[in-house]
């Protein structure tokens, strides 16, 4: 049964940072790759980040690029996002995702998370 988990969110304040996880029990984990979403109230979903399955290569939203960082700990099954300089408009449902061997520049993922909330006060 595959499954992801996400940890992490809160409230934070401007210019605050968090850090979010998602723990993978999902077979084969370092197969692979993994993505961060998010879902504002009464928007779409948007890609955040992306990590290759060895973690050597990585992709990022213009929005969050230079203050979001994703990393990997395979052996730990775990994926993290790292968050600084959090900004008001960075308020929303944090997903992970995961796609087996795919390029992190796939709009396609095959498993997700329940979501975790982060809220940027002003």
């Known amino acids: 049964q595959v499954q992801l988990v996400e940890s992490g969110g809160g409230l934070v304040q401007t210019g605050g940072s968090l850090r979010l996880s998602c723990a993978g029990s999902i077979g084969t984990f370092s197969t692979y790759t993994m993505g961060w979403f998010r879902q504002a109230p009464g928007k779409e979903r948007e890609f955040v980040a992306a990590?290759?399955?060895?973690?050597?290569?990585?992709s990022y939203a213009d929005s969050v690029k230079g203050r979001f960082t994703i990393s990997r700990q395979n052996t730990k099954n775990s994926v993290y996002l790292q968050m600084n300089s959090l900004k008001p408009e960075d308020t929303a449902v944090y997903y992970c995702?995961?796609?087996?061997?795919?390029?992190?520049?796939?709009?396609?993922?095959?498993?997700w998370g329940q979501g975790t909330q982060v809220t940027v006060s002003s």
């Open positions: 995702a995961a796609r087996k061997f795919a390029a992190v520049t796939t709009p396609q993922y095959d498993y």
């Open positions: 990590i290759s399955w060895r973690g050597s290569i990585t």
